[in-house]
């Protein structure tokens, strides 16, 4: 019975975290990190090792244009405990209910008072169309081929799309606040 209550109250609690759906979201700007005193080449590597070490794969590197992408990285599960892309309790919530993928993007701009830094960070969350269901005795078989006794979730790519969820500020403000830690370190070990 406690198993039944705990259960329901994290699934409760999970919901209520979630929210009901990305348009309710208020999107807050990113400060973007100005003022840094390092070439545009050493900020851009310095960049690059926060998101490797975020996990995320880079997809493009522009040095002369000052930007960097990322491959879209899936949303970390709750036992994923060296997964640091999920800022925020609600981002958990999220990416333990659905599948979403998150891409970074980071800009470069050199200003009079020095380097400027932009993050953005792009959510999207799997949606799987709805099918007639023919029978029950085929809704084992809904999305997957299991049976009864053993579901399996294989999604193909003609059954998966993917809705955007607008932007995730608060992993933006955390990938900016770890290049400023890491470029501090840095010129401090100098």
Request: glycine share 6%.
């Amino acid at each position: 019975m406690k198993k039944v209550l705990f259960s329901f109250l994290i699934l409760t609690f999970s919901t209520l975290l979630v929210g009901c759906s990305a348009s309710s979201r208020t999107q807050v700007p990113v400060e973007p990190l100005c003022g840094i005193s390092q070439t545009k080449a050493h900020a851009m590597q310095v960049a690059e090792e926060v998101l490797t070490d975020m996990r995320f794969e880079i997809d493009k590197l522009d040095t002369e244009e000052g930007v960097i992408i990322t491959q879209p990285l899936r949303g970390g599960q709750f036992f994923e405990f060296w997964r640091s892309d999920n800022a925020t309790a609600q981002a958990a919530a999220n990416s333990n209910l659905h599948s979403l993928l998150r891409q970074a993007t980071l800009t470069f701009n050199e200003t009079a008072s020095g380097l400027c830094v932009d993050a953005s960070v792009q959510t999207q969350r799997m949606v799987i169309a709805d099918k007639p269901i023919a029978g029950m005795a085929r809704l084992p078989r809904y999305y997957t081929g299991g049976d009864a006794r053993l579901q399996e979730l294989s999604v193909s790519e003609a059954q998966a799309e993917w809705e955007e969820m607008g932007h995730d500020p608060a992993l933006a403000s955390d990938i900016l606040d770890r290049i400023q830690n890491k470029i501090l370190e840095l010129e401090g070990k100098e």
